[in-house]
């Protein structure tokens, strides 16, 4: 994308000399005539870097830099300084505003030309490294919500099992959130990598049957709900993909669907088998999702409307999407308000060929007159 360069400048003969010779090396200049003008600008349209001269009337250069610098819009665009005052006191004194550096008159355009491209290299690099801050935060939150949720499930369960003489089925339970925890752990740095470069995930056959009714139990014992959940039909074959991301994923399908299930509503999940693909859905009787805010689910820190007393991160769906593209997946949306969602994510078969068809719950609630949405 062409950088936009604002040209602060009263002398017409200069400006054009500028322009010109920034037009000429690929940049998209434009001429603010006056320091009034150049705010004005700034604040309507921000530019990537700012070319400034200091003598002026009116409003001078020293002025402009300061009140950008002060302005939400102009505090981070790079600001090079123009002036024929070159004395040490007038350079200390454009930088201690905020500009960036300082370039004296008469200047030589490769010279200038030069700084310009360091400045907005310069400033290409500090926005990707707070992306990155950003997403590493995004990560280790996410990691800690998590965490904090296989715990819970640890100490509950662990308080039951020695109140209790039946301790097998409590210990099963322990033992598996423990199992997550540990793939959590194992895998601390997966968000960031999904995030930064969509790294793929390692990829073997997985037995989805088992691993879907591992994660109904430990959500199923842990909610302590009175949500009935259950596994409608089977899938015949093998998935090919990553167990401790398939299990993320309907953790947080089925979680999200016994928070946001009407009281007694059931939840199940079904399987379809096509050619290539598994076909796995989370069906809920809860309230839905509205058609505006059903394109937004799978965002980052989505929230939908009315969600705001159900705890939860925000983060969960997004999670989703990033380990289903990752093992070369797609995850979809249908739902109706007031009459429940699904969530359906599909991975390759280890093997071609065979059908053992969507079971009639499935295929009602995806035939509906919903609307949906896939990422």
């Known amino acids: 994308m062409t950088k936009q360069i604002l040209i602060v400048e009263d002398e017409q003969d200069t400006a054009e000399l500028l322009r010109y010779n920034l037009d000429k090396a690929g940049y998209a200049a434009i001429i603010a005539r006056n320091g009034e003008d150049a705010i004005d600008m700034v604040q309507c349209n921000a530019p990537d870097l700012v070319l400034l001269d200091v003598m002026m009337p009116e409003l001078n250069g020293w002025e402009v830099c300061r009140v950008l610098r002060e302005s939400s819009k102009g505090k981070t665009i790079p600001i090079i300084m123009l002036s024929a005052l070159m004395d040490e006191e007038a350079r200390v004194k454009g930088l201690s505003l905020g500009a960036d550096d300082y370039i004296?008159?008469?200047?030589?355009i490769k010279e200038l030309l030069l700084k310009v491209g360091k400045q907005l290299k310069r400033q290409q690099d500090l926005?990707?490294?707070?992306?990155?801050?950003?997403?590493?935060?995004?990560?280790?939150?996410?990691?800690v919500h998590e965490m904090r949720n296989a715990i819970t499930v640890i100490n509950g369960f662990s308080t039951l099992a020695l109140k209790k003489d039946d301790h097998a089925r409590y210990l099963k339970t322990i033992k598996a959130s423990a199992l997550h925890a540990g793939s959590l752990l194992n895998d601390a740095d997966l968000l960031s990598r999904l995030e930064k470069n969509g790294a793929g995930l390692s990829l073997q056959p997985v037995d989805i049957n088992l691993l879907a009714a591992e994660v109904v139990d430990i959500v199923g014992l842990a909610k302590q709900s009175k949500t009935e959940i259950s596994i409608i039909n089977n899938a015949s074959a093998m998935v090919l993909g990553n167990s401790t991301a398939i299990r993320q994923i309907l953790m947080n399908l089925l979680s999200n669907a016994v928070k946001f299930n009407r009281e007694h509503g059931r939840i199940g999940i079904g399987f379809e088998e096509t050619q290539d693909l598994v076909h796995v859905s989370v069906i809920d009787e809860g309230r839905g999702i509205s058609p505006l805010e059903l394109p937004k689910v799978f965002d980052k820190?989505?929230?939908?409307?009315?969600?705001?007393?159900?705890?939860?991160?925000g983060m969960g769906l997004y999670i989703v999407r990033l380990l289903a593209d990752a093992m070369g997946g797609t995850i979809k949306a249908v739902s109706a308000q007031g009459s429940g969602s699904t969530f359906t994510f599909s991975l390759p078969l280890c093997r071609t060929g065979g059908s053992n068809g969507i079971i009639p719950a499935v295929a009602d609630r995806l035939c509906s007159p919903a609307t949906g949405t896939e990422r």
């Open 301 to 313: 820190h989505y929230r939908a409307a009315g969600s705001e007393q159900i705890k939860g991160s």
């Open 127 to 143: 926005r990707q490294f707070q992306a990155r801050e950003k997403e590493q935060d995004t990560s280790l939150r996410y990691l």
């Open 104 to 108: 004296g008159k008469p200047f030589s």
